[in-house]
């Protein structure tokens, strides 16, 4: 029998997890039940809020609760993979936030255990449902930009830490800085626009320039912080790709930096015909008069802007799944293999 409506359990009420329960309460179809928070005072606080019924400190109370249909998981990262493993595991669909794991091999047997289960497994890539990048993917589908052979990919903060002492920065608990945090946010736009994951070799370079010496702190998360820990995550990455194609893809990600603009964020797409960016939203070519900078409308979105109502409708067969788990999987091993190469000085191989 077809599902009408399904139970949610939310894992971690910190910065993002707030906003996993207010998008899922958007949806008529979807109920929050319960969540899940290690710091009882926050825990109770947000269940209070979002008046959800059930509060738990262990996250395997609601992996056994049979009235549980999805998992969400907006924990640290390094709990990312194991949490995701054991709720597919027990049945459950899962939102996993990104990066969807601290290390490719994770990942993949996550990805595995979807597949086995046949659950809905989609990573928190919430920039593809952006307008922007919806109109421009469907600009490329039509042949407006004709072949796009090369695009740079940045995301770039003058002074954005999210909290030096916090889990973000100690690679224990994040795997890495920037380049998973923010890293994982263009690189799979930009991936997703070119319509390739596949990469054949990679060389980076990472650097902590900033947050060692209690520069660059921004004010995002509401995890605990211990300035005693030492920052030992990057706050600064390149990187150069090579996809299967032949295509190139140009990454650059930082947490704090100086740089004219406070934040820089966006795709910009090299095209033969044209070229086009995501921020601002447009579209660069030759017309009768000379070189035209054109600013484009947005076009109607194809799925649902908000990834969680997305989810349901996925689940209720109304859209298809915009985030795939393969895709989340191959941008992983790329960012994987950016730490490699800054690890030994060489280009990393990937098949
Ligand atoms: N998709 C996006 O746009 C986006 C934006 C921000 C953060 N994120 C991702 O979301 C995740 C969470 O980030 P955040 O900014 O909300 O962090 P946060 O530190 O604000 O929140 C994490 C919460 O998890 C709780 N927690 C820790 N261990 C737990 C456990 N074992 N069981 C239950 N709760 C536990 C903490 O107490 C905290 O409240 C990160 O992986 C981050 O990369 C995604």
Redesign the pocket.
């Known amino acids: 029998m077809k599902r009408t409506t399904f139970n949610v359990a939310v894992?971690?009420?910190?910065?993002?997890?707030r906003y996993h329960i207010e998008s899922f309460q958007q949806h008529p179809a979807a109920r929050v039940v319960a969540l899940?928070?290690?710091?009882a005072e926050?825990g109770r606080e947000a269940a209070e809020h979002y008046d959800i019924p059930d509060l738990f400190a262990d996250?395997r109370e609601v992996l056994k609760r049979a009235d549980v249909d999805i998992v969400s998981i907006?924990?640290?990262?390094y709990?990312?993979a194991p949490v995701a493993l054991a709720a597919l595991k027990a049945g459950k669909h899962v939102m996993l936030?990104?990066?969807m794991a601290t290390d490719a091999r994770a990942a993949a047997r996550v990805v595995a255990e979807a597949k086995r289960r046949r659950r809905l497994l989609m990573v928190?890539q919430?920039q593809r449902f952006t307008p922007a990048v919806q109109t421009l993917k469907q600009l490329v589908e039509r042949g407006v930009l004709g072949e796009v052979y090369h695009a740079k990919a940045q995301w770039l903060r003058r002074s954005g830490i999210?909290r030096i002492g916090?889990?973000f920065t100690q690679k224990e608990f994040a795997g890495g800085g920037c380049t998973y945090?923010i890293g994982a946010?263009v690189l799979d736009q930009t991936l997703y626009l070119m319509g390739e994951f596949a990469a054949t070799a990679v060389s980076g370079q990472t650097y902590a320039k900033f947050g060692p010496r209690g520069r660059g702190d921004g004010a995002?998360?509401?995890?605990e912080i211990d300035p005693g820990r030492p920052f030992d995550v990057e706050d600064l990455s390149v990187a150069f790709i090579r996809l299967r194609s032949g295509r190139t893809v140009l990454l650059e990600t930082s947490w704090a930096a100086h740089q004219p603009k406070p934040d820089v964020n966006g795709t910009q797409l090299f095209g033969t015909e044209a070229g086009a960016t995501t921020n601002p939203l447009q579209l660069f070519r030759p017309g009768r008069r000379g070189y035209r900078v054109e600013k484009i409308r947005p076009l109607p979105p194809r799925v649902n802007p908000d990834r969680m109502v997305h989810f349901i409708n996925v689940l209720l067969g109304r859209e298809e799944p915009h985030v795939r788990p393969e895709e989340s999987l191959a941008v992983q091993r790329i960012l994987d293999a950016i730490y490699r190469s800054a690890a030994t000085g060489r280009e990393v191989r990937l098949r």
């Open positions: 894992i971690g009420a910190g910065a993002i997890g899940v928070e290690t710091n926050r996250y907006a924990l640290p990262n709990l990312h936030d990104k990066p928190g919430n999210p916090s889990w945090d946010h995002w998360g509401q995890s």
